[in-house]
């Protein structure tokens, strides 16, 4: 336990934290989708984006992903690959920071501070760019940016350095902020904290008339209240993503994507 909270600790103060951006996209007519946890799942997302196509119909629909694409899964080379193409393509679909991209940054920048990333799903990412690191080996630190610039294309680095932290929108009336770890409730919008928006995991009420949208705390099934969603099903361990559709003048609606015995 102590070992944990130590690892914990460093990852945390490694963190940089950088100025909060929450994007407020306003009123949204169409259907808005918000997929959870990736982490690296790249045949997830892809059946995700498909079935989303399919739900949304001739409707141009926006779609979010809550962060934390990267890490602990097989190809997030890949997510990165399919979600930059994406992005461009559709500038209504983007995704948010996450705390596995913020210390994947963090590494990138400076590998010997934010070592620990590697026990958090970082070898699996490098892995995915053909890159293999000695777990107990601290390369020279030229060496090791050298590797990383010939392993990750720079459009990758840059479209995850210009991340948001948080969106907010308005769907048939009601207000909803999306992040990846939810928000301090004590706290006013602007002048929420990278730490709460990327790392809390403590339940905080919502101000009242705004819901919650974030990943990062893994439950069962989704969580749905007036006040706060929750829909990391763990995709990397448990082969499901979810997917949750927001529309004016219809309830909620959960979709889920891959199965329990993957």
């Known amino acids: 336990m102590i070992f944990w909270q130590s690892l914990v600790g460093r990852i945390l103060r490694n ?13 949204i007519d169409g259907p808005l989708y918000a997929i959870g946890d990736v982490h690296g799942c790249r045949a997830l997302l892809r059946a995700a984006l498909a079935g989303i196509r399919a739900d949304a119909g001739p409707d141009e629909p926006t779609v979010i992903v809550l ?11 890949g997510v990165l690959d399919d979600m930059t193409a994406a992005a461009t393509a559709n500038p209504r679909t983007m995704a948010l920071m996450g705390n596995h991209e913020r210390m994947m940054l963090n590494f990138l920048a400076d590998p010997p501070r934010a070592w620990d990333w590697l ?11 053909g890159l293999s ?19 990750i ?15 907010r929108a308005s769907i048939g009336g009601k207000d909803y902020l999306f992040t990846h770890a939810g928000m301090d409730g004590t706290r006013p919008i602007a ?9 809390g995991r403590d339940v905080s009420p919502a101000p009242d ?44 609606k959960v979709m889920s994507f891959g199965s329990l015995n993957n």
């Not at 934390?68 to 097989?74: E, F, K, Q, S, Y």
Request: proline letters at 7%.
């Open 119 to 129: 026990q958090q799903g970082g070898f699996e990412t490098l892995r995915s760019y």
């Open 153 to 167: 294309p720079d459009h990758h680095r840059a479209w995850l350095e210009g991340l948001a932290q948080g969106y």
């Open 209 to 252: 008339g705004l819901c919650v949208v974030q990943g990062h705390v893994i439950v069962t099934h989704p969580h749905l209240s007036d006040g706060a969603i929750r829909i990391d099903t763990g995709a990397f361990a448990t082969g499901v993503l979810t997917v949750l559709r927001l529309s004016s003048g219809q309830p909620p």
């Open 67 to 77: 962060g934390d694409l990267v890490d602990r899964g097989p190809d997030s080379a």
């Open 15 to 27: 963190r940089a934290p950088g100025p909060v951006r929450i994007v407020d996209l306003g009123r």
């Open 191 to 199: 002048m929420q904290r990278e730490q709460a928006l990327l790392w």
């Open 133 to 151: 690191l000695p777990p107990s080996q601290r390369l020279n630190t030229r060496r090791l940016h050298q590797m990383l610039a010939a392993h």
